[in-house]
Nanobody, 116 residues
């Protein structure tokens, strides 16, 4: 059974940092593309950052230069380092594992709140 478990969310002041982790099990981690998505209240879920199985990364414009996605194949874990956080980064952050359009797993989400 595939499981994705996110951790590391919380409350942080504007300008602060958080590091999210997504630990997986039940899957061949190195074969999957991994992504971080977020959903703010009243908004659609959006892709924040992604990393291919080969290590190529991609970010939405609003987090470019502030967020970094990385992965550790030995630990079956993908990370999202978030720096210079802004109130508009507040959302539930989800981890996704995928191979092509047909294989797709999601974690349960972790809340990130940026507020003074």
């Amino acid at each position: 059974q595939v499981q994705l478990v996110e951790s590391g969310g919380g409350l942080v002041q504007p300008g602060g940092s958080l590091r999210l982790s997504c630990t997986t099990s039940g899957m061949t981690f190195s074969a999957y593309g991994m992504g971080w998505y977020r959903q703010a209240p009243g908004k659609q879920r959006e892709m924040v950052a992604a990393i291919t199985k080969g290590g190529t990364t991609n970010y939405i414009d609003s987090v470019q230069g502030r967020f970094t996605i990385s992965k550790d194949n030995a630990k079956n874990t993908v990370y999202l380092q978030m720096n210079s956080l802004k109130p508009e980064d507040t959302a539930v952050y989800y981890c996704r594992a995928s191979i092509g359009p047909l294989i797709d797993y999601w974690g349960q989400g972790t809340q990130v709140t940026v507020s003074s």
